[in-house]
Structure formats: structure tokens, C-alpha cells
């Protein structure tokens, strides 16, 4: 069973430029969060989709949006891009409440890591 | 609100010895209990869980239980390896609550294990 693939593993932007990220989740998961990470502030949660609606959203600013597909796949996208934007963001997928067996964890992709200069 | 502490890192061992990380949790409920791990240059796996008080989860000779009593979840080892040598978090999640996908994370503890 193929994991969760994120697209593309490594990118350069320059300030003001925007950025849009790719995310497949495992085959049957229904929910697609996404999740920053960075040496400072550790992993911090930006949104979460189910049935192409954003069901739960983090604390950042309105530059950071995504979206589902109808087929379950995901993107964000990052708009006029910041040094502090530089980050490893992941991507994971899960089984929505009532589903299977699910109990809550997600299963991350490798992450798309985004410099910035 | 809701948080996960661990402990500070980084933890250097030898081989064989034995491991504990601890993790504490505050929660209003009874969250389930994850612990991932990520790899240099990877993202995160899960490596065990927990979704009930006195849950043991297990994997790869990695084991910590769900204390109620104490909010905690330490992971243990008996015997590591170097090829344990990574970043181990330690999450929470109220799952079925409508918080599906959104894990508290604790900051990570680095883990290097030498020959």
C-alpha cells in the first residue's frame, strides 16, 4: 500500500514569490492535515480537510490557505513568501472517525522542505 | 489548553543501554497517545499508541503505557541501537471530538546512541 507522497521534497523561492505544495494521501484516508516544522518552533499543526471543506485550521496567518480534491488529494499554498516561511512541511493522512479502525494517528509523508531567500 | 511536554534532549546512550523519554500531558479528556519518530531527512512514523488508561503500546522493542494517574507516556527501551539514533515526539489526540488530524505535539526529543 503506497504511502502518503508529497511533491515536490525540495524547493528555493525568493521573498514574495508564492509556493503551492502537493500532498496524495494513502489510498481510502479521507483527511489531510498539514503541518510546519521548524528547528524553533517545532511541529505546528496549519489545517486539516475532510469531504474538500478545511474542518480544523492553526494559528497562522491568511497567507498559508489549502484545499481538497474530490479524490482526497491535497495542496497548500503560500503566498508572498517570508524568510520565516522556511520549513520542512509535512503532509498526513488519516482515517476520519468511524471509519475502519481508526483511532486518531496519522500517517505523515516525507515533507516538502521550502527555502526561502 | 491542551499540551505535551517532553523531556529535554539531546539523550546520548551507548549501545544496548537501556532508554526512557519521558512525556507528560494535559489534556480535559482522555486523549489517545502516539509516539513518532523521524529519521534524519524524513518525515514522521508512527512508532506506537495508546487509546485508552493502562493501554501498552508496542513496536520494535519500543513500550509505554498510558498512566492516567500520572498524565504520562515514557517510552522505554530495554537495548537500543544506533540505529535508534533519531528525534522522537511524543503527540496527543481527542480523536472523534472533531480535532481529527490536529495533533499536539511535544517539542522532540533527539536521541544518539554511539557504538
Known amino acids: 500500500k503506497a504511502g502518503v507522497t508529497q511533491t515536490p521534497r525540495y524547493l528555493i523561492k525568493t521573498r514574495g514569490q508564492q509556493v503551492t505544495l502537493s500532498c496524495s494521501p494513502i489510498?481510502?484516508?479521507?483527511?489531510v492535515s498539514w503541518y510546519q516544522q521548524t528547528p524553533g518552533q517545532g511541529l505546528q499543526f496549519l489545517f486539516e480537510?475532510?469531504?474538500?471543506?478545511?474542518?480544523n485550521k492553526g494559528n497562522f496567518p491568511g497567507r498559508f490557505s489549502g484545499r481538497q480534491f474530490s479524490n482526497s488529494r491535497s495542496e497548500m499554498n503560500v503566498s508572498t513568501l517570508e524568510l520565516g516561511d522556511s520549513a520542512l512541511y509535512l503532509c498526513?493522512?488519516?482515517?476520519?472517525?468511524?471509519?475502519?479502525?481508526?483511532?486518531?494517528?496519522?500517517?505523515f509523508g516525507e515533507g516538502s522542505r521550502l527555502t526561502v531567500l | 489548553g491542551d499540551s505535551v511536554t517532553q523531556m529535554e534532549g539531546p539523550v546520548t546512550l551507548s549501545e544496548e543501554a537501556f532508554l526512557t523519554i519521558n512525556c507528560t500531558y494535559t489534556?480535559?479528556?482522555?486523549?489517545?497517545l502516539f509516539w513518532y519518530v523521524q529519521y534524519p531527512g524524513e518525515g514522521l512514523q508512527l512508532l506506537l499508541k495508546?487509546?485508552?488508561?493502562?493501554d501498552k503500546g508496542s513496536n520494535k522493542g519500543f513500550e509505554a503505557t498510558y498512566r492516567k494517574e500520572t498524565t504520562s507516556f515514557h517510552l522505554e527501551k530495554g537495548s537500543v541501537q544506533v540505529s535508534d539514533s533519531a528525534v522522537y515526539f511524543c503527540?496527543?489526540?481527542?480523536?472523534?471530538?472533531?480535532?481529527?488530524?490536529?495533533?499536539?505535539f511535544g517539542q522532540g526529543t533527539t536521541l544518539q546512541v554511539k557504538p
Open positions: 495508546a487509546t485508552k488508561a493502562d
Open positions: 489534556a480535559t479528556g482522555y486523549p489517545s
Open positions: 480537510y475532510f469531504s474538500e471543506t478545511q474542518r
Open positions: 489510498s481510502g484516508h479521507r483527511s
Open positions: 503527540a496527543q489526540v481527542f480523536h472523534g471530538s472533531g480535532n481529527t488530524g490536529k495533533l499536539i
Open positions: 498526513a493522512s488519516s482515517l476520519v472517525p468511524g471509519q475502519g479502525t481508526s483511532t486518531g494517528e496519522l500517517f
